[in-house]
């Protein structure tokens, strides 16, 4: 009686363990996991019916990540055709007229400029496709950010007065050094600040302020705009993620890759209808480039 009731019992729990094996690999994310029931009982059917599962799983599961490339093309196709059709029709339209006004020396002073300008900015988008697959390498110095800023907003002025907006600028008495790639770094705080005239109607006012704490240098950059909403606060980082009606979502995912490879790091805080701010903290350096030259 022993005996009959050990292998009796045996053939009744390896069923069970089997499945519980296989229960808890499928939760592990192993959905190549299947069970092995021989007998034609009612755990014979559960067996059948959680390798069933399991298949059925699996389809699931590329029938998922099908449409999520194509989702992700899908955007990819609609953001390279908003962002490149306006540069290239504005080439298209001077090459036409260029071609009946030749003679005319002022309008292929125009003409020049247009191009320069337009091919320019498909660069830009074309390397931000790049930068995303393999960014790139950045080299570190001493910057005085805000000499770098004071610069950047100079040139910015206009795009500011042109929309109606004012842009200010409060800064930390004195310099402030960090080590980092001032063109990579220049591309970050242009996109914040260019993504904050967006999103900030007439009569608005964008700020760019730098402090120190705790031994970091920080550069924020806050607007009176229409905010973001919460849900998508926390994907505004990522690639392909936008809170704009058309365009790649590449600016902010390029900007936080490139603030994490100089050491930094970005937050966002926003409210709906007040604004929007934008937090840079770098580590600071007590190099300065007069040192480093004469070591």
């Not at 009686?1 to 069970?16: H, T």
């Not at 805080?269 to 937090?279: D, I, M, N, P, R």
């Amino acid at each position: 009686m022993l005996a009959v009731g050990y292998f009796w019992g045996r053939s009744f729990i390896a069923p069970i363990m089997a499945l519980t094996r296989g229960t808890r690999a499928l939760a592990a994310g192993h959905l190549d996991e299947r069970v092995v029931v021989s007998s034609n009982d009612e755990l014979g059917q559960l067996g059948d019916a959680f390798n069933n599962m399991a298949d059925r799983l699996v389809e699931l599961q590329e029938d998922v990540r099908k449409k999520e490339r194509q989702a992700i093309f899908g955007r990819i196709a609609i953001g390279l055709v908003h962002d490149l059709s306006h540069p290239i029709q504005n080439i298209g339209n001077s090459c036409k007229l260029i071609v009946k006004m030749f003679d005319d020396l002022e309008y292929r002073k125009s003409f020049r400029t247009t191009v320069e300008r337009e091919l320019a900015q498909v660069k830009r988008v074309l390397d931000d496709l790049r930068n995303i697959a393999k960014p790139l390498p950045l080299e570190s110095f001493p910057i005085d950010i805000n000499k770098a800023l004071t610069e950047l907003a100079e040139s910015m002025q206009a795009t500011a007065e042109g929309s109606g907006l004012a842009l200010d600028t409060e800064f930390l008495l004195g310099p402030l050094f960090i080590e980092g790639d001032l063109f990579a770094l220049n591309r970050v705080y242009r996109n914040l600040i260019i993504n904050a005239f967006q999103a900030t109607g007439p009569r608005g006012s964008v700020v760019i302020r730098t402090m120190r704490q705790d031994g970091k240098a920080v550069v924020e950059i806050a607007d009176t705009g229409c905010g973001i909403p919460p849900d998508r606060l926390g994907t505004i980082f990522e690639d392909f993620a936008t809170t704009k009606r058309q365009g790649l979502g590449l600016g902010l995912a390029i900007s936080k890759k490139i603030v994490e490879q100089l050491g930094g790091t970005i937050e966002v805080a926003s409210e709906v209808g007040l604004g929007t701010t934008f937090t840079l903290r770098f580590p600071l350096t007590k190099a300065r480039p007069s040192q480093l030259a004469a070591v």
